[in-house]
């Protein structure tokens, strides 16, 4: 089955901790995402990614880095400089942008805790 | 400024209660509108894409349409399964590539 699998599921970071949440796509495509989704606001774009080895900000990149080596593959690093993880964080794909906006597809979410 | 903005937040229906839930967009030249289904801790789901003013598309009790300044999500005779967040996005060029513009999203709950 085609899809996209996040893991892990919850993830609990000490302070002054780099963590990092990991994103793997099967479908072929180009583009991937990396979203934060807190209480009562949408979406928030943190990086986004259209091809191999070239990654662009998002809105609210401050505090986390993200590489992107493989198609496949498209990690989320979140840094001790984000003072606020705590949560839920979403990766996507896309087909390569075409005229009209591409359909972006979801993976199941990794769930962020301070301790 | 770009913006998309979803209505009501919550909505409670009791089931077999049709209603429609509304997304209005501020994004100019626009290139798709996405509805998605999200369940509690879950990534959202793909639900419908709609390119142009006029269309509509189908599934199950749910129906979207669009106009040149929002779009309606209509639910009909909805059950209990169908509660969700309802969440609407609209992609926006900046410098030759796309980001995508989240609503808030509409919480349904159907009670049986």
């Known amino acids: 089955d085609g899809g996209i699998t996040q893991s892990p599921k919850y993830l609990f970071r000490k302070e002054g901790q780099n963590v990092t949440l990991s994103c793997e796509q099967n479908l072929n495509h180009d583009a991937m995402y990396w979203y934060r989704q807190d209480p009562g606001q949408g979406l928030r774009l943190i990086y986004y990614s259209q091809i191999v080895n070239d990654f662009q900000k998002g809105d609210i990149a401050e505090g986390y880095s993200v590489s992107r080596e493989k198609k496949e593959s498209f990690p989320l690093t979140v840094t001790s400089a984000q003072k606020n993880p705590t949560a839920f964080y979403l990766c996507?794909?896309?087909?390569?942008?075409?005229?009209?906006?591409?359909?972006?597809?979801f993976g199941p979410g990794t769930r962020l805790l301070v301790l | 400024e770009d913006q998309v903005t979803q209505s009501p937040e919550a909505l409670r229906l009791q089931e077999g209660e049709s209603s429609s839930l509304n997304c209005s967009y501020t994004?100019?030249?626009?290139?798709?509108l996405f509805w998605y289904r999200q369940d509690p801790g879950k990534g959202p789901e793909f639900l419908f894409t709609l390119y142009s003013a006029g269309e509509e598309k189908e599934k199950e009790r749910l129906k979207a349409t669009l106009t040149k300044k929002e779009s309606f999500l209509h639910i009909t005779a909805p059950k209990p399964e169908d509660s969700a967040t309802y969440l609407c996005a609209v992609p926006k060029v900046t410098s030759g590539t796309y980001k995508y513009i989240f609503g808030t999203g509409t919480r349904l709950k159907v009670l049986a």
């Open positions: 994004v100019s030249g626009l290139r798709g």
């Open positions: 996507a794909s896309s087909m390569a942008p075409a005229p009209n906006g591409e359909t972006q597809y």
